[in-house]
């Protein structure tokens, strides 16, 4: 049963520190999506990757957040320095193409800036 | 500005009513329209879609109604049941890619026994 992994499932953390947040996409998957939900916005897409090269990371806010993908296995959203009003939950999704309606998501990172 | 708006929060139905859940749009270069259902402490995952040359897409209980000159879509579920119970997602692109989605905020479905 393929699923995206994502870690850690929940994060507190305070004001300031640097935040790390983990997604592995399905096998074989060449598409990344990483999202951020919350209560006021809904899902807002922050950064897209295909075939680990980012082609759209217009969503981010590009002075803290950071998205990579060092290996197919592998991709990473990380915050420095975090702020309470990045509190939200992470999602990230993968799919084989960019097609709406094929990607897959992770169980998401619920993150709490303190 | 919130180009699509999921007004109502939440919706009460009980199991073997239908349920109507409502999204409305404010760009008109949308023409791709996707409902995502999410359960607590999962990702949300696909439902339905509908091209705007369509004005009408049904998969099994799930239908979702698209009218274009009021930028207005509803997703039906006939008969609502327990496991339905969750948080829908409206969605939008005007490419039909994910890369160009914009979500409203959900609506929290409760159907009841």
């Known amino acids: 049963d393929a699923r995206v992994t994502q870690t850690p499932r929940d994060k507190v953390t305070e004001m300031g520190q640097e935040v790390t947040m983990r997604c592995q996409p399905i096998?074989?998957?060449?598409?990344v999506f990483w999202y951020r939900q919350t209560m006021m916005q809904g899902l807002e897409l922050l950064a897209y990757?295909?075939?680990?090269?980012?082609?759209?990371d217009s969503g981010m806010p590009k002075d803290r957040f950071s998205a990579e993908m060092p290996d197919a296995t592998l991709a990473t959203l990380k915050i420095q320095p975090s702020e309470p009003r990045d509190s939200a939950v992470y999602f990230c999704?993968?799919?084989?193409?960019?097609?709406?309606?094929?990607?897959?998501f992770g169980p998401g990172t619920r993150l709490t800036v303190l | 500005d919130q180009q699509v708006k999921q007004n109502s929060p939440s919706l009460s139905v009980q199991e073997g009513r239908i349920s109507i859940l409502n999204c409305d749009y404010t760009?008109?270069?949308?023409?791709?329209f996707l409902w995502y259902k999410k359960y607590p402490a999962e990702g949300p995952t696909f439902l339905i879609s509908?091209?705007?040359?369509?004005d009408k897409n049904e998969d099994g209980r799930f239908t979702v109604f698209l009218n274009k000159s009021a930028k207005h879509l509803s997703l039906h579920i006939v008969p609502s049941q327990p496991g339905d119970s969750a948080v829908y997602f409206c969605?939008?692109?005007?490419?039909?890619?994910?890369?160009?989605?914009?979500f409203g905020t959900g609506t929290r479905l409760q159907v009841t026994l």
């Open positions: 999704a993968s799919g084989l193409s960019s097609l709406a309606g094929t990607e897959f």
């Open positions: 509908i091209s705007s040359i369509k």
């Open positions: 969605a939008a692109s005007d490419t039909g890619t994910a890369s160009k989605l914009t």
């Open positions: 096998l074989g998957h060449n598409t």
């Open positions: 760009n008109s270069m949308f023409d791709y």
């Open positions: 990757f295909r075939n680990r090269a980012p082609l759209d």
